[in-house]
């Protein structure tokens, strides 16, 4: 069998192709990105150095990785159509797979448009306005941060600083238009707020702008946010110098696209900045230096003392990285070497435009790309950059920045950051380091002067006010001279704050025609006046166009009513000179002294001894008797004498007490208001009198008051002659107004308490005034000085100089309370109880025995019953009961008791009982058997006649 020889040629091709192969299969993948900036401007020269060293340093950290990014420049010269012309050049013609770029907002959000419809991602890493989002779309990633993120920071300073008005000089594009609605909103949540705006175009000539600065300078605004391309920014500096603006007194905030490019704006000395906090590394140190020599390299003409990268820099170069980390994650079939497929229109057809096969992928990929950048923690959130801190900058001389402290939206302004996990410092939250602000002053600037066009403060004061309020205020108006002179309470409480300011104001009164407040403080919101120094009352309505000083005189809604005399007209009122609660608290003393004389006496005085209800009624009948001190009952218990003499002494004083009241009450006229509070008011009939231009109409129709009721009137000299006639039954007016009607007409009308309280009366300034919060703080210190005091007396009188003005005036006769003699209550009651405590140990120790035996007793109610008993018993120890012998009989055989032998007695001794019954038997036999003429009772025995103290005992039950 032959054998066929291999062709060499053939062997040849086979190995040849065989290489190939091998050779291919290591060769990286090239992945073609667009690059588009403005190269003439800084951030295209910082971006046109940075891109390209980045994925030298990325290629060098990682020399096997499977895909090349090749950049494709083009330069739009800062055009937005040349932008757009390119964008769709690169994607169509080059095809690129993503576009770093372009440079600005404006043309960042026409590229997006159309790498959207092409699918093609871009990733910007300059273009920071709010205007272009990823929300917009969809194929747009911002590498960078957004100037809103930044708005919170600027905010917080200005609350720290104390600034309450601030002015946004901003870019009249896309650039600065969509920043300064973010920092408004963010001004305005910390009390701050934006009284005007100066919007300065791109090209705005040096000449505009020193028109700008000088009509700012002439405000009163001294805080300004300046927020423009670094070309526009330095015109903006270097006019604000020329027109004095930066020296001391002013402050100057720049934002962080500015801050980034110090060397490209010669910031002047105090100005503040913002700037991404970056956190300094030996990676960023190595780059940093690499990073100055390449761009002093590419572009030789360049200062290389301002020569720093700053956070475009920073930005760019990990925007670099992330496209080229997001390049690993293609393969060959999502390149399309003729660009965009399935396009059906030319190059310039928009519409047409196809789509790219990678765009989602690397969309993906770059949006999930997480790594530790060159500004820390690289991390795409919804498509931007994550924010996590922004560094508080002092420009210092010749552009050289001083770092002052921190800003974060977890713990605000701390002068450090915290070592671990980025936390604050909590010890320094608030605070910064020392500031040297513009003319090298280190006095926080208050944001805010005098205008030197208006020094004079334009303070409208009402011109036609009724001659019975002048008290209040009241401006006069020299017909010769013209001269104001303003004047009243108002006026002077105005004046004597003013007079307590750190700072001259100088003001100049002007007449307010007659109208409504209401009308008054919208005057003042529109401009035409820059206060409003008045009786105006602090309403919620009101304050929503103006804002109020704190109240320098509180005030409330009263009442005032006719005063009536109440004499002869109470057919009880013998009942009023005594509170219910004295009444009954003497009525139970009254009842408790009574039974603590019967408690002590019963035992050895007859006259409290007999049947139950004739013991209850001499008990009711003395306690009661001693109130005229008439009472028939002698007393034989030095206990109960006691107890009586110190209640004795509690009767004199509460029958002195309702003596003089009720003799009062029956005297003297007794004034009371006709009508008593604003319940019988409302529930009545009676018209009420109210003053023209009063909020009260409003007022009583809120709390449901019939209208038909409510009568009108211009002045108050009115409301006298309408009370005194019956047309009105009251007036509901502010206390203040009351007080001043009541001085000359407090003999016969009365104020009842408030119906309700009102804000008071303030000052009223436009909104965001900076004169509110010290007018505030000076009025405090007046209304805690004595001057303030002296100031109301002057003009309203002292505060008691009309009695009449409360309820029923000095005629009126208070009732007596219980709490004006609780002590002499508390001396008599414990008086008695002490003598009842004595008479019941005594008797306790007296019948021991007897008690001892009862104890035994097996039912507990009988116990009771037979102590009851016991203790109802005569005690015949006491000398009320023993009968003294008369001489006439025997020594032995004599009788010491009626009916009774000294047997019987010596029985009694032992047992009080049996002697008991043995009296009253011998009673009874006595009374039955030997009736005597003349009511006498002759005894049986040894022949002696028993005295009459024996024949009442022999009567006693």
């Known amino acids: 069998m032959a054998v066929h020889t291999p062709n060499p040629l053939f062997l040849l091709l086979f190995f040849g192709c065989l290489l190939f192969a091998a050779a291919s299969a290591q060769e990286p993948l090239t992945v073609s990105v667009g690059l588009i900036v403005d190269g003439g401007s800084p951030v295209g020269k910082i971006a046109n150095t940075t891109i390209p060293m980045a994925l030298d340093d990325f290629y060098a950290a990682f020399p ?42 404006v043309e960042s959000a026409f590229v997006a448009d159309l790498a959207t419809r092409a699918e093609v991602p871009v990733v910007s890493f300059s273009a920071t306005s709010p205007s272009v989002s990823p929300g917009d779309g969809r194929f747009f990633a911002r590498a960078a941060l957004s100037d809103e993120a930044q708005t919170s920071a600027i905010a917080a300073l200005a609350r720290h600083f104390g600034w309450r008005r601030v002015v946004p000089v901003y870019q009249d594009d896309d650039y600065g238009a969509a920043f300064v609605p973010f920092l408004v909103d963010a001004l305005t949540a910390e009390g701050a707020e934006v009284p005007y705006r100066c919007a300065l175009p791109a090209g705005a000539s040096p000449d505009a702008v020193a028109a700008a600065m000088y009509r700012m300078e002439s405000l009163q605004t001294r805080a300004f946010v300046v927020h423009t391309r670094p070309t526009l920014a330095e015109r903006v500096l270097a006019a604000a110098e020329a027109a004095g603006m930066m020296g001391e007194g002013f402050a100057w905030v720049i934002t962080d696209g500015l801050t980034g490019l110090l060397g490209s704006i010669n910031a002047p000395q105090g100005v503040i900045g913002l700037a991404p906090y970056v956190p300094t590394t030996p990676r960023l140190r190595d780059v940093k230096r690499r990073w100055v020599r390449r761009f002093m390299s590419d572009h030789p003409g360049a200062d290389s003392e301002h020569a720093e990268m700053g956070s475009y820099a920073v930005w760019a170069y990990d925007a670099a990285w992330t496209v080229a980390f997001a ?39 770059i949006t999930n790309t997480t790594f530790e950048g060159l500004g820390g923690k690289f991390e795409l959130v919804d498509g931007e950059l994550a924010v996590h801190a922004f560094r508080v900058l002092n420009i210092m001389d010749e552009g050289k920045e001083r770092s002052i402290g921190f800003w974060t939206k977890q713990d605000g302004l701390t002068r450090k950051l915290g070592g671990s996990g980025g936390g604050a410092n909590k010890s320094s939250n608030g605070e910064l380091a020392p500031v040297i602000w513009p003319g090298e002053s280190t006095v926080v600037p208050r944001g805010w002067v005098l205008p030197t066009s208006a020094r004079r403060l334009r303070v409208a004061v009402p011109g036609s006010v009724n001659p019975g309020y002048r008290p209040i205020v009241h401006l006069d108006v020299d017909p010769v001279t013209n001269w104001t002179t303003a004047g009243g309470f108002v006026v002077e409480v105005f004046e004597a704050a003013v007079r307590l300011l750190p700072y001259a104001l100088p003001v100049e009164y002007v007449k307010a025609e007659s109208m409504p407040y209401d009308e008054l403080v919208q ?4 401009g035409i006046f820059d206060a409003a120094v008045a009786d105006i009352t602090i309403t919620a309505a009101r304050s929503n166009h103006v804002d109020f000083t704190l109240p320098f005189m509180a005030s409330g809604i009263a009442m005032v009513a006719p005063l009536q005399d109440h004499q002869g007209k109470r057919t009880w009122v013998f009942l009023k000179p005594l509170r219910y609660d004295l009444w009954l608290a003497s009525a139970a003393f009254f009842l408790f002294t009574g039974f603590a004389v019967w408690f002590v006496e019963h035992r050895d005085n007859a006259e409290f001894r007999g049947p139950p209800w004739y013991q209850v009624g001499t008990l009711l009948y003395f306690g009661f008797s001693t109130l005229v001190f008439a009472h028939r009952e002698s007393l034989r218990n030095n206990l109960s004498r006691f107890a009586v003499v110190v209640w004795f002494f509690v009767v004199l004083i509460l029958q002195s007490s309702y003596t003089a009241s009720l003799t009062s009450m029956l005297t003297v006229p007794q004034l009371e208001p006709s009508i008593a509070d604003y319940t019988a008011l409302w529930r009545g ?13 409003d007022t009583m129709t809120r709390s449901r008051f019939p209208p038909s009721r409510l009568v009108p009137y211009k002045a108050p000299q009115s409301f006298h002659e309408a009370l005194l006639n019956g047309t009105i039954g009251a007036v509901i007016d502010e206390t203040p107004y009351l007080r001043i009607f009541l001085k000359s007409y407090c003999d016969r009308f009365s104020m009842t308490g408030q119906l309700n309280k009102t804000g008071g009366f303030g000052f009223a300034f436009p909104k965001g005034s900076p004169y509110v919060a010290d007018l505030s703080r000076a009025i405090l210190a007046l209304k805690e ?9 002057k003009w309203f009188g002292e505060s008691d100089g009309c009695t009449a003005t409360q309820a029923g005036g000095p005629f009126t006769s208070d009732s007596l309370s219980f709490g004006s003699f609780w002590g002499l209550f508390l001396i008599t009651g414990a008086t008695s109880l002490i003598c009842c405590a004595i008479h019941l140990a005594t008797f306790v120790a007296a019948n021991r025995r007897d008690i001892r035996d009862l104890t035994s007793h097996p039912s507990w109610k009988g116990m009771l019953r037979r102590l009851a008993k016991l203790y ?10 023993r009968v003294k012998d008369d001489g006439g009989g025997g020594g032995g055989g004599g009788r010491n008791y009626a009916g009774a032998s000294p047997s019987v007695v010596q029985d009694a001794a032992g ?15 006595l009374q039955t058997s030997s009736p005597m003429a003349g009511g006498e009772i002759e005894l049986a025995g040894a022949g002696g006649q028993a005295d009459e103290e024996a024949a009442t005992v022999a009567h006693d039950p």
Do not use: C
């Open 64 to 105: 096997r990785s499977s895909a090349r990014v090749r950049l494709v420049h083009r330069d739009s010269r800062g055009d937005v159509v040349a932008a757009a012309s390119a964008a769709l050049e690169l994607m169509e013609g080059k095809g690129v797979l993503a576009i770093l770029g372009p440079q600005s907002s």
């Open 785 to 793: 000085s004595e001057e303030m005091n002296l100031i109301e007396r």
């Open 911 to 925: 047992s009080p009982i049996s002697l008991s019954n043995q009296t009253y038997m011998s009673e009874w036999s």
């Open 685 to 697: 009939t009676e018209r009420v009198g109210i003053l023209n231009n009063s909020f009260m109409r």
């Open 523 to 526: 005057k003042v919101d529109d």
């Open 872 to 881: 109802d018993g005569k005690d015949l120890s006491a000398h009320t009961f």
């Open 327 to 365: 390049a690993e994650h293609l393969n060959p079939g999502d390149l399309s070497p003729t660009g965009l497929v399935r396009g059906t229109g030319g190059p310039t057809d928009f519409a047409g435009l196809g789509k790219s096969r990678s765009g989602k992928k690397f969309l993906e990929a």
